[in-house]
């Protein structure tokens, strides 16, 4: 059954900086798509970032455009989502996600980021 850990998530000042980490067992990692969700309290899940199996293509939200970057290392099953100039706004559990047509999706349990003074 394949899984998804999701790590990294703090408490950080505006401005600040953080890397989140999200490492997959149980399923062929590099054959799976990546995806950053985020959800605030009272607000409906939004999609982050995206990045394709190879790493080559990403893709993200209006918001977070050259301040966030996706990565990933298939040699070690992991996606990363580095944050860069926090704000405020960008309090959310943050979630990693992996989809490959024709095949279930997985769901990481989430970690927490919080941006505040």
């Known amino acids: 059954q394949g899984q998804l850990v999701e790590s990294g998530g703090d408490l950080v000042q505006p401005g600040g900086s953080l890397r989140l980490s999200c490492a997959a067992s149980?399923?062929?990692?590099?054959?799976?798509?990546m995806r950053w969700y985020r959800q605030a309290l009272g607000k409906e899940r939004e999609l982050v970032a995206a990045?394709?199996?190879?790493?080559?293509?990403?893709d993200y939200a209006d918001s977070v455009k050259g301040r966030f970057t996706i990565s990933r290392d298939n040699a070690k099953n992991s996606v990363y989502l580095q944050m860069n100039s926090l704000k405020a706004e960008d309090t959310a559990v943050y979630y990693c996600?992996?989809?490959?047509?024709?095949?279930?999706?997985?769901w990481g349990q989430g970690t927490q980021v919080t941006v505040s003074s």
């Open positions: 996600n992996a989809r490959r047509a024709g095949w279930a999706a997985y």
């Open positions: 149980g399923f062929s990692f590099s054959s799976y798509a």
């Open positions: 990045i394709s199996t190879t790493g080559g293509s990403s």
